[in-house]
């Protein structure tokens, strides 16, 4: 009717429908063995470790690798070689038999080797190589001279006062003459060690040394003195009584025709070639050593 109101009632709202409940899984029987795949898929895959030898083996090829790198590093290459005791031997000869040359490593520089090296050359008596980190190389030589000369056909051979063949030269060097010949190294070692020992001022006096059948050694002076030089012994004492006698011959005037050093520490000396047998010769005057 026309006027009056009418009320709606509001609709109900449907229902949710309930969510079905998840079928319970089945419990596993008592005593049955559980899947292990089930285990394992849950699980976060595992990370594959390297085996103990193998992980140390991969540390110390890093660590070799690294001192070797440290090793040969351009901080060890010789900058700064230094050497001292040669006269006869260049600079250049020294650093050739030692085998170093600017850019050689110090760090692994043999020092000994190096010695052995330069002790192998006739001139070289002796050699020290030292090292000094990180680029320094000192090399000191001490070298041989020449004390006499052996004829050899038609040249010579010089020999120093150990009886190593320095040198073979075509003209006469001008040093005492040993009676002797290279092949027997005992008499060339002992006539050159008589006057190796000497001062350069009484060298240049000896015109030669020779070996005496009872093993003693018989020095010529250029004068024409004979000197009845003795056994290979005292060596050094003889050599400075021999000087003193010789300066004292100069200076006085004295005719003098032998010394003999058989007793360094009471030279004699007379006029002859050697002392009579009878009586003992006359000592000689009280001079003091030089040379």
């Known amino acids: ?50 085996p103990r030898w193998a992980s140390i083996g991969l540390a110390s090829g890093v660590l070799v690798a690294g001192v070797w790198g440290a090793a040969n590093s351009p901080v060890f290459r010789a900058r700064s070689i ?16 030692a085998r170093i040359a600017p850019g050689t490593n110090v760090l692994w520089l043999d020092a000994g080797a190096t010695a052995r090296r330069l002790e192998a050359d006739r001139w070289i008596a002796s050699a020290t190589v030292t090292r000094k980190l990180p680029s320094t190389v000192r090399i000191a030589v001490t070298e041989r001279s020449p004390a006499a000369e052996v004829k050899v ?32 190294r005992r008499l060339l070692a002992g006539s050159a060690s008589v006057v190796g020992g000497m001062s350069p001022w009484l060298r240049a006096k000896v015109r030669s040394v020779a070996p005496a059948p009872d093993g003693s050694v018989v020095v010529e002076l250029s004068s024409g003195i004979r000197v009845l030089f003795g056994p290979l012994s005292d060596i050094s004492a003889k050599d400075q009584a021999l000087a003193g006698i010789v300066r004292w011959a100069a200076s006085s005037g004295a005719v003098v025709g ?6 360094p520490l009471a030279p004699a000396v007379g ?6 047998r009878s009586p003992t010769p006359s000592p000689s005057p009280s001079v003091s050593p030089g040379g």
Not at 258 to 263: C, E, F, K, P, T
Not at 271 to 276: H, I, T
């Open 271 to 276: 006029p002859g070639r050697a002392p009579p």
């Open 153 to 184: 056909g038609s040249g010579w051979a010089v020999v120093a006062a150990d009886g190593t063949v320095l040198d073979r030269v075509s003209a006469d060097p001008g040093l005492p003459s040993l009676a002797t010949t290279l092949g027997d």
């Open 258 to 263: 032998y010394v003999d050093l058989r007793a």
């Open 82 to 97: 230094e050497v001292s005791g040669a006269s006869h031997l260049s600079r250049a000869e020294v650093l050739r038999l």
């Open 1 to 50: 009717m026309w006027g009056s109101s009418t009320t709606r009632t509001a609709e109900p709202k449907p229902k949710p429908k309930p969510k079905p409940k998840p079928k319970p899984k089945p419990e596993a029987s008592r005593g049955s063995t559980p899947d292990p795949r089930a285990r394992t898929s849950k699980l976060p895959p595992r990370r594959r470790l390297l």
